[in-house]
């Protein structure tokens, strides 16, 4: 059974930076797309960054040119440490609108995501892997 576990989240000033982990455990080799997003309550999920585990990063933007979402692109950098078994989220320059929890996911079940629809596949929902996680606060 894959579990995925966020750690790193807090509260820091305008301009500050964290780095958020989300540690898989049961995650078996292969490709598989996994993801960063973040939500606000009373807000829509956003789609923050994607990873292909196979590949490298995965572009999640419409054009398919980009592995972040507008609002983060520039300032947030997505990595995969494989021995550890970690993807990282690593945020500089951080705004108050960067506020949100922070989730990890993995498209464990729809395994046709890792094949290069990583993209549809965050933009739709098809991730079924989450983890429970990680309040970011930023504050003026």
């Known amino acids: 059974q894959v579990q995925l576990v966020e750690s790193g989240g807090g509260t820091v000033q305008v301009g500050g930076s964290l780095r958020l982990a989300c540690t898989a455990t049961?995650?078996?080799?292969?490709?598989?797309?996994m993801g960063w997003f973040r939500q606000v309550p009373g807000k829509e999920r956003e789609e923050v960054a994607g990873?292909?585990?196979?590949?490298?990063?995965?572009?999640?933007?419409?054009?398919?040119?980009?592995t972040y979402g507008d609002s983060v692109k520039g300032r947030f950098t997505i990595s995969k440490d494989n021995a550890k078994n970690t993807l990282y989220l690593q945020m500089s320059n951080l705004e108050v609108e960067d506020t949100a929890t922070y989730y990890c996911a993995a498209a464990v079940k729809n395994s046709f995501c890792g094949g290069g629809y990583c993209r549809s596949c965050m933009l739709m929902g098809s991730l079924d892997v989450w983890g429970q996680g990680t309040l970011v606060t930023v504050s003026s």
């Open positions: 049961g995650l078996t080799y292969g490709s598989i797309c």
């Open positions: 990873y292909n585990t196979r590949t490298g990063l995965a572009a999640i933007n419409s054009e398919g040119t980009s």
